[in-house]
């Protein structure tokens, strides 16, 4: 595990699951990744592409690949392994034949000292949901309209 990571300071982890239709990943997202990363906002700990060929075949690139650890480099303090093959077949069994997705899990980085502070203080977040952008563009499309 990185020396960085301690059970009781790191933030909220979330994994996300990004498909590419068509196969149609242009590498933009590796720029924007490693800006998040620098900034502290996240820290990158475990990163895979997942791509299925249009005769069905599965391929999973993994972190420390030669060619996707290189576009990634600087955005993660070591190996941390969260995402296990199985994990990564199963998107893999979702995906359309023809595509790919980006599987990556982070460290909510801008969120650890109110965990720590939660925890400490014994508390416990019993709800969390992301908002879908749809329902924020038409919230925003409805204050327009005021």
Do not use: C, Y
């Not at 196969?23 to 791509?51: K, M, Q």
């Not at 077949?89 to 034949?97: E, I, R, S, T």
């Not at 899990?105 to 969120?111: F, L, P, S, T, V």
Request: no cysteine; proline share 4%.
């Amino acid at each position: 595990m990185p020396t960085s990571l301690k059970a009781d300071s790191v933030g909220p982890v979330d994994v996300a699951v990004v498909v590419f239709e068509g196969d149609r990943f242009n590498g933009d997202i590796a720029p924007a990744l490693r800006d998040l990363h620098d900034s502290g906002t996240v820290r990158l700990l475990d990163l895979a592409f997942v791509r299925r060929s249009p005769e069905g075949s599965v391929d999973i690139v993994e972190l420390e690949d030669a060619e996707v650890a290189e576009a990634f480099a600087r955005t993660t303090d070591g190996r941390f392994d969260l995402l296990s093959e199985e994990d990564l077949q199963g998107v893999a069994g979702d995906l359309a034949p023809g595509s790919s997705a980006l599987v990556v899990a982070w460290e909510n980085a801008w969120a650890s000292r109110l965990a720590a502070a939660l925890r400490g203080s014994h508390g416990e977040m019993v709800f969390l949901e992301r908002i879908p952008r749809d329902d924020v563009e038409r919230a925003i499309a409805a204050l327009d309209e005021q």
